[in-house]
């Protein structure tokens, strides 16, 4: 794998950029592989990259039934963060922060972490015991919060409307969250990846599991049959639908949820802005566009565009927040399919399946684990026993009762 530089910027730019080394190759299927991954968002080639490089097991396949980051990798509003309520949450969301402060250059790929501050809003007393509550736990978790008051809220952000109809009572702030590019995440995973031995396959969709006596031996694609000695799903909005195929339920719903950009406007939001209580949050891109996200839609769907009615209900809360934006247009919206789980906490577990692993349930949490999600998830494939940090999150919980109650921390009501 040639390594991107100023040198290699320079020297590719005497040939008219038409010498650059594909990013990744296009393999057929091998007969069979030690692990298949089936999905190739984030996560899925997270896994695949941690397997190769960490693990040292390079005979890997990604299985993607479209292409690289077209599902909910591409779908979301790139926020970065850690500042969960319970310690479980904590060590999964710090344990991704650490990687995303290094992963530009483990990758040798620019994934654009951008620090910038997340703040959490407070608009009524029960905010302000739930930002308390939740950055006091988060301080014993050795993870950086701060409170604000008003006053500090609005010399951070000077156009905010203080006293509206949502007053702003103070604030949570994260100074390590922020964003990252969510498609060159993929990328870069996908290039790493691929330069350690991993075959990716584009436009293969799982049809089914090869299961023999209780442990899967194989997938089926619509590239015909993949022998596996094991199968890790990372399908995300997918995955009850995948476990279906295996013979078994997970604890799943799936709904839309959406987002929109405005048109580029210069710089006016230099951190990340979050409300749970008005159901809304805004962050600016690199290209000027304003970012906004929003909480899922009300009902079960596999759409990828989301209802109207939550995108009227984001704006007039963004416009009551921001006076400034009321004359901004809309330049795009889009939706993601979510999988969500009772208490807002993600699985990763083994299964009813010898040898087959689930990562899944991120809800509206997913991009910003990435590197976290796939470096356990790949060392508990590799060692057939979930990592310590990823154990927790098993689907055990559900009948246990041992849930780790995220629905707070979580930022929106999904």
Known sequence: MSRYSVFSLVRNALSYHQNWQRAWRSPDPKREYDIVIVGGGGHGLATAYYLATECGITNVAVVEKGWLGGGNTGRNTTIVRSNYLWDESAAIYDHAMTLWQGLSRELNYNVMYSPRGLLHLAHSVHDMQEIQRRGNAIYLNGIDSEFLSPEQVKAMVPYMQMDGRYPVLGALLQRRGGTARHDAVAW?????????????????????????????????????????????????????????????????????LQALVSEPVKPAVDCVIMSNGVHAYISQSDKGELVIGASSDAYNSYTQRGSFDVIEDTLQA?????????????????????????????????????????????????????????????????????????????????????????????????
Not at 204 to 218: L, P, R
Not at 377 to 391: C, D, V, Y
Request: charged share 15%; aromatic share 8%; proline share 5%.
């Open 188 to 256: 870069g995973y996908a290039r790493g990846a691929d330069a350690a031995g991993v075959d990716i396959i584009q436009n293969c969709e799982v049809t089914g599991f090869d299961i023999q006596d209780g442990a899967v031996v194989g997938v089926e694609t619509t590239r015909g049959r993949i022998g596996a000695k094991k199968v890790g799903v990372v399908a995300a909005g997918h995955s009850s639908v995948v476990a279906e195929m295996a013979g078994f339920r997970m604890p799943l719903e799936s709904f839309p």
């Open 318 to 414: 963004i416009c009551e927040l921001y006076p400034l934006f009321t004359r901004m247009r809309m330049l795009r919206q889009w939706g993601g399919i979510v999988d969500v789980t009772v208490d807002r906490s993600p699985i990763l577990t083994k299964t009813p399946v010898r040898n087959m692993y689930f990562n899944c349930g991120w809800g509206t949490g997913g991009f910003k684990c990435t590197p976290g999600s796939g470096h356990v998830f790949a060392h508990s494939l590799a060692n057939g026993e979930m990592h310590p940090i990823a154990a927790p999150f098993s689907m055990d919980r559900f009948h246990s009762g041992a849930l780790i109650d995220e629905g707070a921390a979580a930022a929106v009501a999904h």
